[in-house]
């Protein structure tokens, strides 16, 4: 896999805390504390446009291809190279610098501490709504960060695998709540993600079919050990009272949320209207293609008419989608490191990062 590599103009891109690398992260500092002089004091972020947003990439160099991020798009996304150069690339850049922070800090531990202790991965969430297209943003960011030297070996788990399997839902009478806080199993999720945290190897997470819209019993995949952890998912930000019961893993003293074991988190941002628009676009191309599947399990809908099958997805976007986005996910928003907002046309305007 290529490593990025910059021109004989720029600062290093290696990661190192030392020598090129720290003026590019006192960079970068720079620019945020310009900005804050223009922010709103009531703000806990600086807020940049796409145009701002995208000094700062700095001759980062694009490691991706079109073939290459067609891949990496998700139904009727709409992220062009461009997009990719003017908001990605500065996010990798900055991420690159935080985890060579990161990984230095932990180096200075095991010397003060006289030991070495198993690599402990740079954890990322990912957070948003339905269609708001987070899963494009987290294989976008698993591609780009790979190709950094210091760190190619990056992760990426939704929670979806942590869904509790339909039959559990359906004793319980939540079936239609799947993706509320109450319909996933958090302490496995939790758990998981500490394992990690702790450097343990061959960590083993389940595994979700969106065709049969269920777990996939018996079936995992290992996380061993990687420099970055991305964590996806719906409401991984959450610390809300049911996220209390759900989400959290209590003890005689303490009370830990996912969120908690963060080093970074973005949250995906649009307005609500623009994403249900989103979500009915999304249905409709899933009506044609992969509904038609008779093993799937929505394939009950792949033979409405148009104007039946629009009615459907906005029936089940106000009942389901809706109410979560509003009661459990936007109110995270504000807990992100950096929140990305999105207008109409799926494309990133403005990008909102947490001052330092």
């Not at 049969?212 to 018996?218: E, F, V």
């Not at 792949?302 to 906005?314: D, F, G, I, W, Y």
């Not at 109110?331 to 494309?347: N, Q, V």
């Amino acid at each position: 896999m290529a490593e990025p590599q910059r021109d004989t103009k720029t600062k290093s891109a290696t990661g190192s805390l030392d020598g090129a690398e720290a003026p590019a992260l006192d960079e970068i500092m720079d620019r945020v504390a310009e900005r804050q002089v223009s922010a709103p004091t009531s703000s806990p972020y600086v807020s940049f446009s796409q145009q701002e947003w995208s000094r700062l990439r700095a001759g980062t160099p694009l490691t991706l291809d079109e073939d290459e991020l067609e891949v990496l798009r998700g139904i009727n996304e709409q992220v062009s190279l461009d997009e990719v150069v003017n908001i990605y690339l500065p996010l990798s850049r900055l991420l690159n610098l935080y985890v060579a922070a990161s990984q230095e800090l932990f180096s200075v531990t095991g010397r003060f501490l006289g030991k070495s202790e198993p690599k402990v991965p740079y954890v990322i969430g990912v957070a948003g709504s339905v269609a708001v297209g987070k899963s494009t943003t987290s294989r976008i960011l698993r591609a780009l960060l790979s190709r950094w030297p210091n760190h190619p070996k990056v992760d990426l788990v939704t929670t979806d695998g942590f869904l509790l399997p339909n039959q559990v839902l359906q004793e319980r009478g939540i079936m239609d709540r799947k993706g509320f806080p109450e319909s996933y199993d958090v302490r496995r999720l939790l758990r998981f993600v500490l394992r990690v945290k702790s450097g343990e190897r061959a960590v083993p997470h389940p595994l979700y079919s969106h065709n049969t819209y269920d777990i996939l019993a018996g079936e995992e995949r290992i996380v061993d050990q990687p420099d970055i952890l991305i964590v996806e998912g719906l409401n991984v930000l959450q610390t809300n009272s049911i996220g209390q019961r759900s989400g959290a893993e209590e003890g005689p003293k303490s009370l830990r949320f996912l969120s908690d074991l963060f080093d970074f988190s973005v949250y995906v941002d649009a307005a609500a209207a623009v994403i249900e628009q989103w979500y009915v676009d999304r249905f409709l191309t899933l009506q044609r293609t992969a509904f038609r599947d008779p093993s799937a399990f929505f394939h009950r809908y792949s033979h409405l008419s148009k104007a039946e099958a629009v009615a459907t997805a906005e029936d089940i976007w106000r009942r389901i989608n809706k109410p979560n986005l509003i009661e459990n996910i936007a109110p995270t928003r504000d807990r992100a490191t950096l929140i990305l907002e999105k207008g109409a046309d799926h494309s990133v305007e403005r990008v909102n990062l947490r001052k330092l």
